[in-house]
Antibody, heavy 122, light 110 residues
Framework: QVQLVESGGGVVQPGRSLRLSCAASGFTFNSYGMHWVRQAPGKGLEWVGVLSHDGINKYYADSVKGRFTISRDNSKNTLYLQMNTLRAEDTAVYYC???????????????WGQGILVTVSS | QSALTQPASVSGSPGQSITISCTGTSSDVGSYKLVSWYQQHPGKAPKLMISDVSKRPSGVSNRFSGSKSGNTASLTISGLQAEDEADYYCYSYAGSSTWVFGGGTKLTVL
């Protein structure tokens, strides 16, 4: 079955960097775009960004543009989120999610990881 | 990329129907048939319930339905059941390969 497992979260000081990983299994990883979505404690969902199946096209929410970078290693079936210049407001559970459409990014998220908590605090 | 507007909470009794609205703008909800809905139980990952305004993914109960009129999309749940109690989020394409969520609605089954 499709499975997504995030790792790499933890506590980090403001201004520092952190990289999250998302290990995928159960589907042809290199055929699907992949998204990151976050949820601040007690708050709603926020779309963070998406990377196309081939790793070429990347799009981000304004709130993270210029600070976060999504990448993937299709040989390892793994998605990454590099987070730089972290702020307190980046504190959230971060989910990776699989796009529902094979090939071009469709946008719907049909499979989600369990989420990983990132806390930005001094 | 402003969040779509949803009511903070709705409630209904078992067996009743409820509707959750999701209001956007002509730049997102109003321009595309790319609105979906997600259900999230406490401490769990979200689950896709409706895609492309009104399509139900395989395995989703036909008690869930979606629609759209102008800048407002809606999710209707008929025959409310206790297990439907959860948070619900709308999600829309917002142009330029970006997407936006609604603020979320907490559904309470009385």
């Amino acid at each position: 079955q499709v499975q997504l497992v995030e790792s790499g979260g933890g506590v980090v000081q403001p201004g520092r960097s952190l990289r999250l990983s998302c290990a995928a299994s159960g589907f042809t990883f290199n055929s699907y775009g992949m998204h990151w979505v976050r949820q601040a404690p007690g708050k709603g969902l926020e779309w963070v960004g998406v990377l196309s199946h081939d790793g070429i096209n990347k799009y981000y929410a304004d709130s993270v543009k210029g600070r976060f970078t999504i990448s993937r290693d299709n040989s390892k079936n793994t998605l990454y989120l590099q987070m730089n210049t972290l702020r307190a407001e980046d504190t959230a559970v971060y989910y990776c999610a699989k796009d529902s459409t094979s090939g071009p990014i469709g946008g719907d998220l049909d499979c989600w990881g369990q989420g990983i908590l990132v806390t930005v605090s001094s | 990329q402003s969040a779509l507007t949803q009511p903070a909470s709705v409630s209904g009794s078992p067996g009743q129907s409820i509707t959750i609205s999701c209001t956007g703008t002509s730049s997102d909800v109003g321009s595309y048939k790319l609105v979906s809905w997600y259900q999230q139980h406490p401490g769990k990952a979200p689950k896709l319930m409706i895609s492309d305004v009104s399509k139900r993914p395989s395995g989703v109960s036909n008690r869930f339905s979606g629609s759209k009129s102008g800048n407002t999309a809606s999710l209707t749940i008929s025959g409310l059941q206790a297990e439907d109690e959860a948070d619900y989020y709308c999600y829309s394409y917002a142009g330029s390969s970006t997407w936006v969520f609604g603020g979320g609605t907490k559904l309470t089954v009385l």
